[in-house]
C-alpha cells in the first residue's frame, strides 16, 4: 500500500480502498463492500454519537463505493450534516459526496441550500468557494430558485476576493444554463461586462465564459463587451512571453483566455468602429504571423497552446467572412497543417477547412488542395481523420471537381469503416445529383453505390435515382440498359433488385431491341432473384410483371404462369397475394387498351428537394448540411433535374470538359466545352453574341428551352421503335453506299425538338446523337455530338446533311466533316451553321454512315430545323393585337385546326411549350384567360413575315383550337402543322 | 462547455468521472462504457481527437491513465488537451510525480484539484500556482482541526 501523501489520511478509507483492490474476483469484492456497507449502516445507526471524523471518513468510503458503481441509498443525511461542521475538511467532503450524489429529495435540498447559504454570508472566502462550488456541481432547479438573485450580487460586490469572484461567475453560468429564466438581467449585468477588464487574469478567464454564454442570448445588451474584448486581446497577443508570469503557458502568454476572448467576439459581427476593427485585425494578423515564427519551445505543449489560438482566430475569420485577404492567408495557413507530420493538426486543419470551403472568398483557395486531401483519404491510418478528409472533400465539391470527388469517394466506400458508411452513401448521393453533368453519369454512380455498399443505401438514394430517371427522357434507355447489365451479377443487393424492377417495368422496352435483353430474357433476369427477396421488393417485382404484360404482349403467358402459380396467388403473405390474385385478373380480362391506361408510363414527378438531402439534415455532425448549402443545392438542384443548362456555370466545365470529353457525357457537359473549341474559328460574331446572351443574364432562356419542357413533356413512345429499327437495320439491311430512306420516326423526334431546342435526338444500341442548337435572327448554329456507345470503335464514320428538293433554295446549312474513326466509348462532336433564306416546310436530312464490326451502319434522321427556329418575339398589347388579328382576316392567311389534346392539359406544361415555340407569350391579351395568344416575326433574309398565334383550350372536351395567322399562306400552315403536334 | 471527463486505467477502470452536465445514472454508466471502449480500441499513434455523437472527444494517454473530456461543437479540441495536461501539471505537483494509485487513494483530493480548476465545465483559474495555493490553504485549515486519533484507527481497523 503506498503512503498517503497528504495530510489527512483517513487510514481506515485507505486500508479499505487497498482492500477492494486485492479482491480477486468481483464476486469477492461485492462480498467486501456489502461487509463495509453492514459497518457502516451500524456506525450511522448506532446509539453512540459519531464524531465529525468518523462521519467524514465513512461518508467518503460511501462515495468510494459508490464511484465504484455501486448503488448507495443511506448516508445522504450524514453528509448534509458534515456541511454544517466548521471544520474545513469535514466540510469539504459533505459537499463532494452532495455534488457526485445529489438526488431530488425535496427535504434533504431544503436542509443543503441552508448549509449553502449560511456558507455563502459566513464571508469566509474558503467556505463560500465551496458552497459556490456545490451550487455550480449539482445545478439544480431548486438552487438556482435559491441562489438565482443573490450570487450576481456576491460577483459584482466590491469587496469579494478574487477567488471567491471566480466560482461566483461560473456558478452564474451554470444556473443560467439550467433556469435562464430565474437569472434575472439587472444593474449587475453592465457591471459584469468590466470584468473584461480586471486585472487580475484569473477573474476574467472565468467571467468571460459567463459574458460569452449572456452575449449569446442577449446580444444586444452586451455588445460594449466587443471593445474591451479586442483591447484585451490586443494586449495578450502583443505582450511578450513572460509578462503574464504565472499565466503563460510554455511561452504562449494566456492561451485559455485568448480562446475564450476570440470565442467571444464570434457572438458578434465584425467590429462596427474602424479603429476597433483595425486593433483586430491586426492582432488577428500577429496571430497569423506567429504561427510562421520558429517555435520558443519543442514542447508539444507549446504549439498546441500557440496553435489553438490560431485555430481560433481561424474560426474568427471564418465567421466574418469578410477580409479575403486574412481568410486567404488561413487557408494557406491551414494547406501547411495538411501536410504536418502532427496527426492532431492535419485533422484540425481539415476540419476547419470544412468552414472555409463554404465561403466565397476561400472555397477555390480550398479546392487547390484537393490532391492533398485525397491522399488522406486513401492513407491516413485513422478513421477519424479520414472522416474529416471525406467531409472536406463534401465541402470542397463543386462542378469542376465533382467527378473526382465522387470517384474517390466511392472507392474510399469499398473499404471505409462501418461506422460512416451510411453518411458517405448520402454525401455520395447528393454530389452525384448535384453535379451531375450528364445523367448517365449519375445513374452509374449510383448503381455503383448500390453495388458497393447495398447495405447503407437508404430508400430515399434508391427512390431518387428513380425519380430522375423518370423525369429525364433522355437517360430512360441508358439506365434501363445499365441497370440490365447490373442485374446480371450472380449475388446483387437487393436494392439493386428494386430499382431493376422499377426501371425495367417502365422502361424495359426500350433496349427489348437487343435479343440479349429481350422482354423474356428480361422478365427471366427478374423473375431470378424473386425468391431471394423480401416480400416488399416481391410486391415490386409483381407489379413489374404486370408492367410487363402491358409492354410486351408476348410475355404475357409466361407471366401468367408465373402470377398463377401457388407460391403467388395463395402466399401466406396478404398483399403479394392480392397483387398476384389482381394482376392476373387484370392481365386476362382487361383488353389491351384498357391495360395501356391503367399501366400508363409514370407520369414526371413534381419537383421537389431531394430526399436524400432532407436526410443528411436529419443526421447531425460535422460536414452535415449548412443552411447556406441547402440554399445552394435549391438553386443547383433545380438546374439539375430542370434542363440543367444553365451556361453561366461553363467556363468552369468547359475547362474540365474541354481537354478530355467524356465518352457519355451528354449534351451539357460537351455544351460548354463546344464553344471553347468553336468560337474562335466561327465566321461571323454570331456564335460570339449568342454565348454572351446566354451567358448569366439569360437564365430564362435557358428555362424555357429546356427546363420546363424536359419536366413536362410526356415521355413518348418512340424510342423503343426506333431501337428496334435502328438494330434491326444494322442486321439486316444489306450495305449499301447509298444514303438510307429516312426512319419511319424521323418525323416524330423532328417533332419533339419543335419547342426545345437540346436534347438527345436519336439513341440506339451503337449511337447516340445529341443536340444543341442557338438562333438568332436568320442564323442558326447547331452542335451534333455523336457518342459511340460500344467499346468498339466505329470505322469510316461520316455524316453528310442535305436539303431535299425545293429546300435547297430556302435553306443553307454548312457542315465540316466529322473525324472518320469514332473511338469506343467517345463523343465527337460536328457544327452546323444555318442559315435561313425564305421560309420552308420540310427538314434537312441527316445522313450517318459508320462501320460497326465490318457491318456498315446507314441510317437518316431529319435535322429538327423548323420554320419557328427563326422567331423573334414580339410584345403587343391587346388593342394592337386584335388590330392585327384583324388584318389579316383573308382566308389563306389563317390556318386552323382543331384537334384533341394528347399531353394532358395542364397549364404550366403548355405556356412552357409556346414560349419554346419562340414567340412572345402575350399576358392579358384574350378576353378570355383560359386562351394563349402568341406573336413573333419570322426572320428570313429576304422577308420577315410577322405571325399571330391563338390556342383555345377546352378542358371539358379534351380538346384544342388552333389559329395561326401570317402574312404568308405557307407560314401560317407549316406553323399550324408544327404546333398541332405539340400538345 | 466542458460536458464531462473521465479518467480511466488502460484495463478500463474509471478512476474518475466529473458530469457537468446533468444526466442520469443510466446514461452515465452507458456513456462511459461506450467511450472506455472506443478509445482503448483505438492505436496509440492516431490523433487525440474524435467525433462521438453530436460531442467532441478529446483524448491522451499519460503512462497508465486515459484522460478524456466531451466538449461542444463549437469548442477548440487544442486548448482542451491543454486543460488534461495543466490538470496532469497540477496533480503531479501536489502529489509529486503522480500516479495512478495517487489518485484511487487520494480519489477526493483529484476532485477538490479539479473543482478549483475547473468549473461548471468552463476554466476557472488556469495559473498552476493559483490553483495549488487554494488548495494548499484547504490542507493547512485541516492539519489545524485534525484530532487525535485512537489506535484502533491507526492500524486502520475501523
Known amino acids: 500500500m503506498p503512503a498517503v501523501s497528504k495530510g489527512d489520511g483517513m487510514r481506515g478509507l485507505a486500508v479499505f480502498i487497498s482492500d477492494i483492490r486485492n479482491c480477486k474476483s468481483k464476486e469477492a469484492e461485492i462480498k467486501r463492500i456489502n461487509k463495509e456497507l453492514a459497518n457502516i449502516r451500524s456506525k450511522f445507526k448506532g446509539d453512540k454519537a459519531l464524531d465529525g471524523y468518523s462521519k467524514k471518513k465513512y461518508v467518503c468510503k460511501l462515495l468510494f463505493i459508490f464511484l465504484l458503481g455501486h448503488d448507495i441509498d443511506f448516508g445522504h443525511m450524514e453528509a448534509v450534516n458534515l456541511l454544517s461542521s466548521n471544520k474545513y475538511t469535514e466540510k469539504q467532503i459533505g459537499y463532494l459526496f452532495i455534488s457526485v450524489l445529489v438526488n431530488s429529495n425535496s427535504e434533504l435540498i431544503r436542509l443543503i441550500n441552508n448549509a449553502i447559504k449560511n456558507d455563502l454570508s459566513s464571508r469566509n472566502p474558503t467556505f463560500m468557494c465551496l458552497a459556490l462550488h456545490c451550487i455550480a456541481n449539482v445545478g439544480s432547479r431548486e438552487m438556482a430558485e435559491a441562489f438565482a438573485s443573490e450570487i450576481p450580487r456576491i460577483l459584482v460586490a466590491g469587496d469579494t476576493m478574487d477567488s471567491v469572484k471566480q466560482s461566483a461567475a461560473l456558478c452564474l453560468l451554470r444556473l443560467y444554463k439550467t433556469s435562464p429564466d430565474l437569472v434575472l438581467m439587472g444593474e449587475w449585468t453592465s457591471r459584469v461586462v468590466h470584468l473584461l477588464n480586471d486585472q487580475h487574469m484569473g477573474v476574467v478567464t472565468a467571467a468571460i465564459s459567463l459574458i460569452t454564454c449572456l452575449s449569446q442570448k442577449n446580444p444586444d445588451e452586451f455588445k460594449t463587451c466587443v471593445s474591451l474584448a479586442v483591447s484585451r486581446l490586443s494586449r495578450i497577443v502583443s505582450s511578450a512571453s513572460t509578462d503574464l508570469q504565472d499565466y503563460t503557458y510554455y511561452f504562449v502568454p494566456a492561451p485559455w483566455l485568448s480562446c475564450k476572448l476570440l470565442r467571444l467576439l464570434q457572438c458578434y459581427p465584425p467590429p462596427e468602429d474602424g479603429a476597433v476593427k483595425g486593433r483586430l485585425v491586426e492582432c488577428l494578423e500577429t496571430i497569423l504571423n506567429k504561427a510562421q515564427e520558429p517555435p520558443k519551445s519543442k514542447k508539444v505543449q507549446h504549439s498546441n497552446a500557440k496553435n489553438a489560438i490560431l485555430f481560433e482566430a481561424i474560426s474568427l475569420i471564418i465567421h466574418y467572412d469578410s477580409e479575403p485577404n486574412l481568410l486567404v492567408r488561413a487557408c494557406n495557413q491551414l494547406g501547411q497543417f495538411l501536410q504536418h507530420r502532427e496527426t492532431n493538426l492535419r485533422y484540425l486543419a481539415l476540419e476547419s477547412m470544412c468552414t472555409l470551403a463554404s465561403s466565397e472568398f476561400s472555397h477555390e483557395a480550398v479546392k487547390t488542395h484537393i490532391e492533398t486531401v485525397i491522399n488522406a483519404l486513401k492513407t491516413e491510418r485513422d478513421v477519424s481523420v479520414r472522416q474529416r478528409a471525406a467531409d472536406l472533400l463534401y465541402a470542397m465539391c463543386d462542378r469542376s471537381n465533382a467527378k473526382q470527388i465522387v470517384a474517390e469517394m466511392l472507392s474510399y466506400l469499398e473499404t471505409a469503416d462501418y461506422s460512416i458508411r451510411e453518411e458517405m452513401v448520402l454525401k455520395v448521393a447528393i454530389l452525384a445529383e448535384k453535379y451531375a453533368v450528364d445523367y448517365s453519369w449519375y445513374v452509374d454512380t449510383i448503381l455503383n453505390l448500390i453495388r458497393i455498399a447495398g447495405d447503407y443505401v437508404s430508400e430515399e438514394v434508391w427512390y431518387r435515382v428513380i425519380q430522375i430517371v423518370i423525369n429525364r427522357d433522355d437517360v430512360q434507355g441508358y439506365a434501363a440498359k445499365t441497370v440490365f447489365e447490373a442485374l446480371q451479377a450472380p449475388a446483387c443487393h437487393e436494392n439493386m433488385v428494386k430499382v431493376g424492377g422499377y426501371i425495367l417495368g417502365e422502361f424495359g422496352n426500350l433496349i427489348a431491341g437487343d435479343p440479349r435483353s429481350s422482354p423474356l430474357v428480361q422478365f427471366n433476369l427478374l423473375h431470378s432473384k424473386f425468391h431471394l427477396c423480401s416480400v416488399p421488393t416481391r410486391a415490386l417485382l409483381l407489379s413489374a410483371y404486370i408492367k410487363f404484360i402491358n409492354l410486351f404482349p408476348e410475355t404475357k403467358a409466361t407471366i401468367q404462369e408465373v402470377l398463377r402459380c401457388d407460391s403467388q396467388i395463395r402466399n401466406s403473405d396478404v398483399e403479394l397475394q392480392q397483387r398476384a390474385v389482381e394482376y392476373l385478373k387484370l392481365s386476362s380480362i382487361a383488353s389491351t387498351d384498357v391495360l395501356a391506361t391503367v399501366l400508363e408510363e409514370m407520369p414526371p414527378f413534381p419537383e421537389r428537394e431531394s430526399s436524400i438531402l432532407a436526410k443528411l439534415k436529419k443526421k447531425k455532425g460535422p460536414g452535415a448540411v449548412s443552411v447556406t448549402e441547402l440554399d445552394d443545392s435549391k438553386r443547383e438542384g433545380g438546374e439539375l433535374n430542370g434542363g440543367g443548362e444553365r451556361s453561366s456555370d461553363s467556363a468552369a466545365m468547359a475547362a474540365s470538359n474541354a481537354s478530355t470529353p467524356s465518352p457519355s457525357a451528354d449534351l451539357l457537359g460537351i455544351r460548354s ?307 398541332s403536334q405539340q400538345f | 462547455m466542458m460536458q464531462f471527463m473521465l479518467l480511466f486505467s488502460r484495463q478500463g477502470k474509471l ?120 488548495i494548499e490553504q484547504a490542507d493547512l485549515l485541516q492539519e489545524e482541526a485534525e484530532a487525535p486519533r485512537s489506535v484502533l484507527e491507526e492500524i486502520g481497523l475501523t
Open chain 1, 673 to 979: 466545352s463546344a464553344p471553347m473549341g468553336a468560337a474562335p474559328s466561327a465566321p461571323g460574331s454570331l456564335l460570339v453574341d449568342v454565348f454572351s446572351e446566354a451567358g448569366p443574364a439569360a437564365p430564362a432562356a435557358a428555362v424555357n428551352n429546356d427546363g420546363f419542357m424536359r419536366e413536362l413533356e410526356q415521355p413518348t413512345d418512340t424510342s423503343d421503335s426506333l431501337l428496334v429499327e435502328g438494330s434491326g437495320d444494322a442486321d439486316s439491311a444489306p450495305p449499301s453506299e447509298d444514303p438510307a430512306d429516312p426512319l419511319p420516326e424521323a418525323d416524330e423526334l423532328l417533332n419533339k425538338f419543335v419547342c426545345k431546342n437540346n436534347g438527345v435526338l436519336f439513341e440506339n444500341q451503337l449511337l447516340q446523337i445529341g443536340i444543341k442548337s442557338e438562333y438568332r435572327q436568320n442564323l442558326g448554329k447547331m452542335y451534333l455530338f455523336y457518342g459511340n456507345k460500344t467499346s468498339v470503335q466505329f470505322a469510316s464514320f461520316s455524316t453528310t446533311v442535305s436539303c431535299p428538293g425545293e429546300l435547297q433554295s430556302q435553306l443553307n446549312v454548312q457542315s465540316k466533316p466529322v473525324e472518320p474513326l469514332v473511338e469506343g466509348g467517345a463523343q465527337i462532336q460536328q457544327v452546323l451553321n444555318i442559315e435561313c433564306l425564305t421560309d420552308f416546310c420540310e427538314a434537312p436530312l441527316l445522313n450517318i454512315k459508320f462501320r460497326y464490326g465490318g457491318a456498315l451502319q446507314n441510317l437518316t434522321l431529319k435535322l429538327p430545323v423548323t420554320i419557328n427556329k427563326f422567331f423573334q418575339p414580339t410584345e403587343m398589347n391587346s388593342q394592337d393585337f386584335f388590330q392585327r388579328w384583324k388584318q389579316l382576316s383573308q382566308a389563306q392567311q389563317e390556318a386552323q385546326k382543331i384537334f384533341k389534346a394528347s399531353h394532358g392539359m395542364d397549364t404550366e406544361v403548355i405556356k412552357a411549350k409556346l414560349l419554346g415555340l419562340g414567340s412572345a407569350l402575350l399576358d392579358d391579351v384574350d378576353p378570355n384567360p383560359e386562351n394563349y395568344v402568341c406573336a413573333g416575326v419570322i426572320q428570313t433574309k429576304g422577308q420577315q413575315v410577322g405571325c399571330l398565334l391563338r390556342l383555345e383550350p377546352n378542358a371539358q372536351a379534351q380538346m384544342y383550337r388552333l389559329t395561326l395567322r401570317s402574312s404568308k399562306e405557307s407560314v401560317s400552315k407549316r406553323l399550324c402543322d408544327l404546333m
Open chain 2, 15 to 134: 478512476r474518475l468521472q466529473k458530469w457537468y452536465v446533468p444526466l442520469s445514472d443510466k446514461e452515465r454508466k452507458k456513456i462511459s462504457r461506450d467511450l472506455v471502449q472506443t478509445i482503448l480500441a483505438r492505436k496509440p499513434k492516431m490523433c487525440s481527437f474524435l467525433e462521438w455523437r453530436d460531442l467532441k472527444i478529446v483524448y491522451k494517454r499519460y503512462a497508465s491513465l486515459y484522460f478524456c473530456c466531451a466538449v461542444e461543437d463549437q469548442d477548440n479540441e487544442l486548448i482542451t488537451l491543454e486543460i488534461i495536461h495543466r490538470y496532469v501539471e497540477l496533480l503531479d505537483k501536489y502529489f509529486g510525480s503522480v500516479c495512478e494509485l495517487d489518485i484511487i487513494f487520494n480519489f477526493e483530493k483529484a476532485y477538490f484539484i479539479l473543482d478549483e480548476f475547473l468549473l461548471g465545465g468552463e476554466a476557472q483559474e488556469t495559473s498552476k500556482k493559483n490553483v495549488l495555493k487554494a
